[in-house]
């Protein structure tokens, strides 16, 4: 049975920075197809970033060069490196994972079968 549990998040200022983690059990980080997802009262669910199995990675336009996704095969984990953060990033932030290895570039709109509890990202202005 996989399970994501999730931690970091909060609420920072803008410009500020957070990283967010997706502990894995029963699922191998390392060669797994997984994304951040986040959704936000109006927006629906926007796909943030992937990571594919080869360690290849996409992001929305909107937090290129601000997101990085990245794994830590040692802790079995997986991270969200949000800097410069903006108003605009508040959401409920998920991680997800499908269990099928992807040695293409993953799409942000994506399907995934497992999901973390979520967390909560506020940023102020």
């Known amino acids: 049975q996989v399970q994501l549990v999730q931690s970091g998040g909060g609420s920072v200022q803008s410009g500020g920075s957070l990283r967010l983690s997706c502990a894995a059990s029963?699922?191998?980080?390392?060669?797994?197809?997984m994304a951040w997802v986040r959704q936000s009262p109006g927006k629906g669910r926007e796909g943030v970033a992937t990571?594919?199995?080869?360690?290849?990675?996409v992001y929305e336009d909107s937090v290129l060069g601000r997101f990085t996704i990245s794994k830590d095969n040692a802790k079995n984990t997986l991270y969200l490196q949000m800097n410069s953060l903006k108003p605009e990033d508040t959401a409920m932030y998920y991680c997800?994972?499908?269990?099928?290895?992807?040695?293409?570039?993953?799409?942000?709109?994506?399907?995934?079968?497992?999901w973390g509890q979520g967390t909560q990202v506020t940023v102020s202005s």
């Open positions: 997800a994972a499908r269990g099928w290895r992807s040695l293409s570039k993953i799409p942000l709109d994506a399907s995934f079968e497992d």
């Open positions: 029963g699922y191998i980080v390392s060669t797994g197809s």
């Open positions: 990571i594919n199995s080869v360690g290849e990675t």
